[in-house]
């Protein structure tokens, strides 16, 4: 139990290190909201990768074969969440990136608009399946523990603070450093990664789009 705990942890914090979609919004969102709005965006998605290491770890041929199917359906749906976000930021104003408008909503206003943008950007990645499978395929393989019902209980939910743990560290480091930047620099920050997402948002659409055409070319051959 110990073991699933620590790997937990260690796996959690650090798979959620690269810089991707959600990280970008934590980053901006502590920016412009401070930290609780940007917290709960990676909590969000902390959740929505624990539901996906959940399938993998209790059945994971059978949830691969059910992403498999409807992978270029998410990731549509993913590619225009993502680029709704990069044109959102884009049309970030610099006079509205003060500390003063971020304490005018409160704490349950925040998690209405953060948590499920991060939870469903995470859902809509199904490689997050087959990146959970590899893991179980390392855990068993190298005979780490035994998952079994509760070490699988206790290793999702490590692995949920783990995340966690790295979220509210960027949070909380870049809602402080706010002060540092002025009103343009933030918002160059924020078109900046508006551009990125963007970017992520149309190759998630345009990929999916080929996939999808390459599966109904299969079914009517």
């Given at each position: 139990?110990?073991?699933?705990?620590?790997?937990?942890?260690?796996?959690?914090?650090?798979?959620?290190?690269?810089?991707?979609?959600?990280?970008?919004?934590?980053?901006?969102?502590?920016?412009?909201?401070?930290?609780?709005?940007?917290?709960?965006?990676g909590?969000?998605?902390?959740?929505?990768?624990?539901?996906?290491?959940?399938?993998?770890?209790?059945?994971?041929?059978?949830?691969?074969?059910?992403?498999n199917?409807?992978?270029?359906?998410?990731?549509?749906?993913?590619?225009?969440?993502?680029?709704?976000?990069?044109?959102?930021?884009?049309?970030?104003?610099?006079?509205?990136?003060?500390?003063?408008?971020?304490?005018?909503?409160?704490?349950?206003?925040?998690?209405?608009?953060?948590?499920?943008?991060?939870?469903?950007?995470?859902?809509?990645?199904?490689?997050?399946?087959?990146?959970?499978?590899?893991?179980?395929?390392?855990?068993?393989?190298?005979?780490?523990?035994?998952?079994?019902?509760?070490?699988?209980?206790?290793?999702?939910i490590?692995?949920?603070?783990?995340?966690?743990?790295?979220?509210?560290?960027?949070?909380?480091?870049?809602?402080?450093?706010?002060?540092?930047?002025?009103?343009?620099?933030?918002?160059?920050?924020?078109?900046?990664?508006?551009?990125?997402?963007?970017?992520?948002?149309?190759?998630?659409?345009?990929?999916?789009?080929?996939?999808?055409?390459?599966?109904?070319?299969?079914?009517?051959?």
């Open positions: 139990m110990i073991m699933a705990c620590l790997l937990g942890i260690l796996i959690g914090f650090f798979l959620s290190i690269p810089i991707g979609p959600i990280n970008l919004m934590v980053i901006n969102e502590a920016f412009r909201k401070g930290f609780w709005r940007a917290f709960l965006v909590i969000g998605g902390v959740a929505g990768d624990m539901l996906y290491c959940t399938m993998a770890f209790l059945g994971f041929s059978s949830f691969a074969d059910k992403a199917e409807i992978a270029p359906f998410l990731k549509v749906v993913s590619g225009f969440l993502i680029l709704g976000c990069g044109i959102r930021y884009l049309k970030v104003d610099h006079t509205h990136l003060t500390p003063k408008e971020k304490k005018t909503e409160s704490k349950l206003s925040h998690f209405r608009k953060a948590f499920p943008v991060g939870f469903f950007m995470a859902m809509s990645n199904p490689g997050l399946l087959i990146l959970w499978g590899i893991v179980y395929t390392l855990i068993v393989s190298n005979h780490l523990f035994n998952p079994s019902g509760l070490e699988i209980l206790i290793f999702v490590s692995g949920g603070i783990g995340s966690s743990c790295w979220f509210a560290l960027v949070a909380l480091q870049v809602s402080k450093s706010h002060h540092m930047f002025n009103p343009k620099t933030l918002q160059l920050i924020a078109r900046i990664s508006g551009f990125i997402l963007m970017g992520f948002g149309l190759f998630l659409c345009g990929r999916s789009f080929m996939d999808l055409q390459t599966e109904w070319f299969k079914k009517w051959s």
